[in-house]
Structures are given as C-alpha cells and as structure tokens.
C-alpha cells in the first residue's frame, strides 16, 4: 500500500543528517566570519545582518546555525520535534528585521521615510506573540506520553505492534486546533510577506531618492546589501518545505507521504550551504574576498595581483 507506514530505520538519511550537519555547521562558521572580520566597507550594518547587538536584534546567521543544528542532530530525540517551528519563524522573523534596520540606516535624516519606532515596536511585539502562539498550538497537538498507546489502538490498531517496538516516538493530531493553526500561519505570515514587501519597496524608492545625494561608491555599497538580503530571504524558503509538506499530507492524504517528507528533509537540510554560497556570491566583498582566498591557493606568485584586483573590484562594488 502507498500510505503504509515504513517502521524500518532510515540509516541512509541519518548518515545524510550527520554529514550534512557538520558541513552546514562550517558554512555557518564561515558566514558568520565573514560578517564579523571581512565587512569593514558596510560600517555598523555588518552588526544587524549578524544581529549580535544583545538581546534586541534577532541574528539571521545563528538563526539558520540553530535551524540547522535542530533538523540534523537534536530531531532524531522525536519529543524536540516542535523547536522546528520556533526555529523557523525565528529565521524569517530575524530577515525581516535586517530589512527594517537596513531601512532605518538609509533613512539617516529623511524622517518621511523612516519607520517611526512605535510599528517597530509593535512589529516586534506581533512576531514574538505569533511565534509563541504558533508554537504553543503546536504543542498542544501531541498526545500525552500516557495516552498514547491507547490512542494507536483506537485509531491505528494494525500498528500497535509496531508502535510499541519503537524506544520512542510522538503523536500529533489532525484535529480542529491544527486547522485553527494553519489559519493563524497562513494569517500571519501574510502579514508579515505584505510588511517585508512595503518595506522593501519603501527601500527602493528612498534609494532611487537620495541616489544623486551620495556618492556612487556608497550607492552601490546600500544597493549591493539590499540585494542580497533579498536573495538570503529568497532561499530561507527552503526551510518551509517539510512543515508545508505535512500540512499537504494531513489535508489531502498524498500517497508515499512518507517518502515525500523525507525527501523534502534531505532537500531543507541544504538550507545553509545555498545560504553561504548566495551571501558570497550577491555581495561584492565576501565575493572579492573568496577570490582572492581561491587565487591565493592556484597561484601563490599572484598573491600581490590578486590583492589588487581584490581592492579593484571593492572600490568599484
């Protein structure tokens, strides 16, 4: 049958979650080295793309090191499960404040196109009461450890035996809470998608503004981390594929629904190594920076060339 249920250990894919895990754990490393040593020409802007001021900006870095860390290592203990929808939200919660931050930095004098601080602190109240919310409704759909044998009999009785083979395991009902769930996600992600898009276009229009009041040199800096924001927010969608998967699953009833999650899991785990790869390759200095490292190593003898062609290349960024 398509919609049996596989009690076999899959060792293929916790052998993928191990490898996969460490070399997502190196990029992450990189990235955050990159921020914090190779962003000299982005002055305090380096510091909200890695969000470490304390406890008052969100870290889209660490955010994808904690995601990454979740689905590879901490998943395999089923009861953690849940920390996945903290985990994203967190991710994408922490995009939206770079942008916002980016808008504010640009801004500088121009007050007509300033966030004024009251939204963003209601937009930072609405992200931590929605993501708590989601959460804590996420939760309150797993069955107690003590009722959950007698649940299996009641609605899965061909499985018991199975079920009660297994050193753990965690149960989560499709009831009326997971659709009130869904439409709260759905609500608030909404809302959040039609913030981000009023603030990226409050964004290029202040750029397409204050562009013959700066320097080109500058210009391209603002415009060149704007970009690649956007293609750092582009790719966090690969996160969502696995949570998005079970909620088709659940609705529709796929067939080899088992098979497909799986297989969207090895896919979301590449989050973090497309990550890294867009940041290098949207913004002019890590880009600049990675040249050289890569020359370096072909052609020791061009150190000095390639030293030149690096600065070249960051001046005209």
Not at 100 to 107: A, E, G, L
Request: glycine share 2%; hydrophobic share 55%.
């Amino acid at each position: 049958m398509s919609d049996a249920v596989d009690f076999s250990v899959p060792y293929w894919l916790i052998y993928y979650f191990h490898v996969i895990g460490i070399v997502s754990l190196v990029f992450d490393a990189f990235s955050i080295y990159l921020i914090l040593f190779k962003s000299n020409q982005i002055d305090d802007f380096r510091f909200f793309l890695l969000n470490f001021q304390m406890l008052l900006e969100i870290h889209f870095q660490i955010a994808c090191c904690f995601t990454d860390i979740h689905i590879t290592f901490l998943m395999q203990p089923v009861p953690l499960y849940p920390l996945m929808v903290l985990l994203y939200i967190y991710q994408v919660a922490s995009m939206i404040v770079c942008f916002v931050r980016k808008n504010q930095s640009i801004s500088g004098t121009l007050t007509s196109f300033s966030i004024p601080i009251p939204f963003i602190m209601y937009l930072l109240g609405f992200l931590v009461i929605y993501t708590l919310s989601m959460v804590g409704m996420y939760f309150s759909l797993s069955v107690k450890e003590s009722e959950k044998l007698q649940f299996i009999k009641e609605n899965l009785p061909e499985y018991l035996s199975q079920f009660q083979s297994l050193p753990n395991f965690s149960i989560y009902q499709a009831n009326s809470m997971l659709f009130i769930m869904v439409i709260v996600a759905v609500t608030g992600g909404l809302l959040a998608f039609l913030f981000f898009m009023a603030v990226l276009y409050n964004i290029f229009r202040m750029l397409k503004f204050i562009k013959i009041q700066m320097s080109p040199t500058t210009y391209r800096r603002h415009r060149a981390a704007v970009y690649s924001l956007i293609a750092q927010f582009a790719t966090s969608s690969v996160c969502f594929l696995p949570p998005l998967s079970l909620v088709f699953v659940v609705f529709f009833k796929l067939p080899y629904a088992q098979v497909l999650v799986e297989l969207l899991l090895v896919i979301a785990c590449f989050h973090s190594p497309l990550n890294v790869t867009v940041l290098v390759a949207t913004f002019p200095p890590y880009r600049a920076f990675f040249s050289r490292v890569v020359l370096r190593r072909e052609a020791p003898g061009l150190t000095s060339l390639s030293a030149k062609t690096s600065a070249v290349v960051s001046h005209l960024s």
